[in-house]
């Protein structure tokens, strides 16, 4: 077994021990995504009835597959922000004294926050992503042109979201005051990237730094999917997109974690907090 | 390939705090200041000085936690810098205190979740882990979580983290921090085993009397800088401190302390007479060369009955002291 694979699996223990404290927790994986989907659905109701507004956005005249559009926005969006709050309880190794003991290790940098990314992905997604794909498969608005295009899908969630995760992991992890980038990184993320509201109706420069967010094109790419019944023709730009998003994060990654690492073994930051 | 840890002129000056407005403060003083020393593997080599001395700073600059400002240190002749990553194969820390475990995993968990870290092959890290939690003596508690633990009882499960990759050198920073007694007891112990199959250990104490008990020899820094080295007999005795012998007479005898006197003018050592707790003649002598034998030969011959005599020779810590006062 790789010394990369084994980091993941211990790094995956160590997300499941400090995440399921409680059964309780399991229960609420489920409760948080829906409750904000029903939010959402109910916060965008009225706003359907709006005169103009099936001319403007069909999908307005179809509530299922308006509740389909919202669930795949929620899905995505669970799964990108599950990466966002364990990039910033990582950044907690270093109050707990953890973080040296880390550093302290020969285990490869860019294993230790890729496998993070992915412990809490599994452990944060997992039974939102299940309950949708069910909900969405009994409801009928599942429309997929081919069987292959699950596993496209699931890819343009997972890898994307797991080099965001990454990417976030190599900044929280050397600053001491990271605090900002979550509340940064919340509601900002919601809107940019489209997960409430479809591109076309947000203003020209929101959709501009939405490209900039991975989330964007990973929602994209499953709604194109999963809901709309586009191959990999449709998608191809976007995956392109998507492809190139992950390799510069994970890139992005690697020169963060070498540059941050130098900087916190020349100020000796790895100990203060 | 040079066995053992070499430190050349190693330097580290931390950058001043940065601004954002105002001028840029100075750099501070060096906190390792040019130090140069020799680690050998098979010994327990003692690193002291007072507090803010540099001694964790060094700790951490050969663990790869740090990086020098100048000057080198390797590892069996692998660079700190240069190979940090097989210089951390071969070495391990334990810092005092219960930080660096945790406290929602098991003690078992932790341990398998550095062995992965350090990649310890799988046929070995079960039996590893249960020998280490053997030695440390957390078999029984193997399976509850951290936060449970006492605060003695995490400190050893940080000394077991700190030798799941049986580490070829073990930098021990204040390892009995807040131990109990009987567990510092048995981790000197452990050291000295370890010392004994091979490993070269650092070590760092507030306790100067496991340093004396240990170290094989001793560098004692002050500011960063190497004030002096040698074994912990020799550096007492260089420091030219006192040895203090204590008499009690069995009942009072003037011609014996009138000889006495004359003894310890001669001598040019100091003289106190007092009475002990029970009220018998007690005279006191120090000088740094031990008097004990000249004193009891004068008393008896003068006529005086001895009770008895304590001898105390300078410790290691008056030693240190001393240094940190010049």
């Known amino acids: 077994m790789s010394a990369a694979w084994r980091v993941v699996l211990a790094e995956a223990l160590k997300q499941h021990r400090r995440i399921f404290g409680t059964k309780l927790v399991v229960f609420?994986?489920?409760?948080?995504?829906?409750?904000?989907?029903?939010?959402?659905?109910?916060?965008?109701?009225?706003?359907?009835?709006?005169?103009?507004?099936?001319?403007r956005w069909p999908l307005v005249g179809e509530p299922q597959r308006l509740a389909a559009f919202l669930a795949a926005g929620a899905l995505a969006y669970t799964f990108f922000?599950?990466?966002?709050?364990?990039?910033?309880?990582?950044?907690?190794?270093?109050?707990?004294?953890?973080?040296?003991?880390?550093?302290?290790?020969?285990?490869?940098?860019?294993?230790?926050?890729?496998?993070?990314?992915?412990g809490a992905l599994v452990q944060n997604a997992w039974l939102f992503g299940a309950f949708a794909v069910a909900a969405a498969a009994a409801t009928g608005t599942l429309h997929v042109a081919h069987p292959g295009m699950y596993p496209v899908a699931v890819a343009a969630l997972l890898v994307p979201a797991v080099a965001w995760g990454a990417f976030l992991n190599s900044l929280l992890m050397f600053s001491r005051d990271s605090a900002f980038l979550y509340t940064l990184l919340d509601d900002p993320l919601w809107f940019v990237a489209g997960v409430r509201l479809p591109l076309f109706a947000l203003p020209l420069w929101v959709k501009a730094i939405g490209l900039a967010f991975p989330l964007t094109t990973s929602l994209a790419v499953l709604r194109g999917a999963l809901l709309d019944g586009e191959g990999v023709r449709e998608l191809g730009g976007d995956l392109a997109l998507l492809g190139g998003l992950s390799a510069a994060l994970f890139a992005l990654t690697a020169v963060t974690l070498r540059v941050g690492e130098r900087h916190a073994q020349k100020t000796?930051?790895?100990q203060l907090f | 390939m040079s066995a053992g840890i070499v430190i050349e002129r190693l330097t580290k000056t931390f950058p001043p705090p940065r601004r954002v407005f105002g001028k840029r403060r100075p750099a501070p003083a060096p906190a390792v200041d040019g130090l140069s020393l020799t680690i050998p593997a098979g010994a327990v080599t003692g690193l002291l000085g007072l507090n803010g001395a540099g001694k964790t700073t060094t700790i951490k600059m050969l663990a790869t936690l740090l990086r020098p400002t100048s000057g080198s240190a390797t590892v069996d002749g692998l660079d700190v810098v240069r190979d940090a990553r097989e210089v951390r194969r071969r070495i391990n820390l334990i810092a005092g205190g219960e930080r660096m475990v945790y406290a929602r995993m098991t003690g078992r968990e932790n341990l398998w979740y550095f062995g992965q870290l350090y990649d310890v092959p799988r046929a070995t890290l079960h039996r590893r882990i249960g020998e280490l939690l053997d030695l440390v003596g957390l078999t029984d508690a193997a399976g509850?979580?951290?936060?449970?633990?006492?605060?003695?009882?995490?400190?050893?499960?940080?000394?077991?983290?700190?030798?799941?990759?049986?580490?070829?050198?073990?930098?021990?920073?204040?390892?009995?921090?807040?131990?109990?007694a009987p567990i510092a007891r048995d981790l000197r112990a452990v050291v000295a085993d370890l010392?004994?199959?091979?490993?070269?250990?650092?070590?760092?104490?507030?306790?100067?009397?496991?340093?004396?008990?240990?170290?094989?020899?001793?560098?004692?820094?002050?500011?960063?800088?190497?004030?002096?080295?040698?074994?912990?007999?020799?550096?007492?005795?260089?420091?030219?401190?006192?040895?203090?012998?204590?008499?009690?007479?069995?009942?009072?005898?003037?011609?014996?302390?009138?000889?006495?006197?004359?003894?310890?003018?001669?001598?040019?050592?100091?003289?106190?007479?007092?009475?002990?707790?029970?009220?018998?003649?007690?005279?006191?002598?120090?000088?740094?060369?031990?008097?004990?034998?000249?004193?009891?030969?004068?008393?008896?011959?003068?006529?005086?009955?001895?009770?008895?005599?304590?001898?105390?020779?300078?410790?290691?810590?008056?030693?240190?002291?001393?240094?940190?006062?010049?």
């Open chain 2, 195 to 326: 010392a004994a199959g091979g490993v070269g250990v650092l070590l760092t104490s507030h306790y100067l009397a496991e340093v004396e008990q240990l170290c094989r020899y001793v560098h004692v820094i002050d500011r960063g800088a190497l004030v002096a080295e040698g074994s912990p007999a020799e550096l007492t005795a260089g420091t030219r401190l006192p040895h203090t012998v204590e008499l009690t007479l069995t009942d009072p005898a003037p011609d014996a302390t009138k000889a006495v006197d004359a003894l310890a003018a001669r001598a040019g050592a100091e003289v106190w007479h007092d009475t002990d707790i029970d009220g018998r003649p007690r005279v006191t002598l120090r000088h740094p060369d031990d008097l004990a034998g000249e004193l009891t030969t004068t008393v008896v011959r003068a006529g005086g009955a001895i009770a008895r005599v304590e001898v105390s020779p300078p410790t290691l810590e008056d030693a240190i002291l001393a240094m940190a006062a010049r």
């Open chain 1, 28 to 55: 609420s994986m489920l409760v948080w995504p829906v409750l904000t989907l029903a939010t959402t659905y109910y916060t965008i109701l009225p706003v359907t009835a709006a005169p103009g507004a099936a001319e």
């Open chain 2, 144 to 180: 509850t979580l951290v936060e449970r633990y006492s605060r003695g009882m995490r400190q050893r499960l940080s000394i077991a983290r700190g030798l799941i990759n049986s580490p070829a050198y073990l930098l021990l920073d204040e390892p009995t921090l807040g131990l109990d």
């Open chain 1, 81 to 118: 922000f599950s990466l966002v709050q364990s990039a910033w309880h990582f950044s907690f190794e270093r109050v707990s004294g953890t973080l040296e003991a880390l550093f302290l290790t020969p285990a490869s940098r860019l294993a230790l926050v890729v496998a993070n990314g992915s």
């Open chain 1, 268 to 270: 000796g930051s790895l």
